[in-house]
């Protein structure tokens, strides 16, 4: 029961609560690329699954197990092949060449330490063919509502009961926040039957810090896009996509 709801609830929660066609848009990306494509923290294939639907040569890689046995049943049942391997993304074992590196839906805040950003980053340039690309998705940074006591942030239909979301955001250090999730699935009757808590720390950082961070590795100046294209400019946008090219020899 544990495994079902950490996997079926939690497990889709970010990507259903995305308000914006994030897939779209790296389709489009990846359509545009010369050599394959890797994505990390791939998880359930909610952008990779789409990607080897439309015939692009993509592969994924995931820490955890219970996620890409997810995408595993899903691309079985849609006829697709599971192209994903459990990796740590700081210690990428694969062979260079690829014309497109994704790191979507701000997996980059999940790195917390400035040491294994330069780390990921110098491994994702070295990965890429000359001229590919590395996709670098984040939150734009915004004060957290830090409180001391869970918030409910919604109630929704879940397999035959309800599913409902409760968070807590707490300050672990000036730059690293700690996202506490309580996820409370009930019966038809309302019976509370499972609860599941999930645990988060991340450091948002800006766009002008990910550029420099991206310059260090040696890439050119990225492109940046706000919300996916959705938003012209910064003041407002949830997401900010800075897209940098590997320099051609």
């Not at 219970?66 to 691309?75: E, S």
Request: charged share 25%; net charge neutral; with cysteine.
């Amino acid at each position: 029961a544990y495994y079902a709801c950490e996997q079926g609830a939690s497990g889709v929660d970010m990507g259903r609560n995305m308000t914006f066609d994030d897939v779209s848009f790296y389709r489009r990306l990846c359509h545009e690329a010369s050599g394959p494509v890797l994505e990390l923290g791939c998880g359930n294939g909610r952008i990779l699954l789409p990607l080897l639907q439309d015939g692009i040569d993509a592969i994924g890689v995931d820490a955890s197990a219970g996620m890409l046995a997810a995408m595993q049943r899903t691309a079985q049942s849609r006829g697709l092949p599971m192209r994903a391997a459990r990796m740590d993304i700081r210690a990428l074992g694969l062979r260079a060449g690829f014309g497109v590196t994704l790191c979507p839906y701000s997996l980059i805040t999940y790195v917390r330490e400035d040491r294994d950003v330069a780390v990921l980053l110098a491994a994702l340039f070295a990965l890429l063919r000359p001229g590919g690309r590395c996709v670098i998705d984040a939150f734009v940074p915004r004060r957290p509502a830090v409180a001391s006591e869970f918030a409910l942030d919604y109630r929704r239909p879940f397999e035959a009961g309800v599913l409902a979301r409760w968070k807590r955001i707490t300050a672990v250090s000036a730059t690293v926040n700690r996202i506490e999730r309580r996820y409370v699935v009930e019966d038809a009757a309302g019976h509370t039957i499972n609860i599941v808590d999930v645990v988060e720390d991340i450091r948002p950082r800006s766009h002008g810090e990910l550029q420099e961070h991206l310059r260090t590795a040696g890439f050119a100046l990225p492109d940046i896009w706000w919300d996916y294209g959705a938003s012209a400019e910064c003041t407002t946008a949830q997401f900010a996509t800075l897209v940098a090219r590997r320099p051609p020899r």
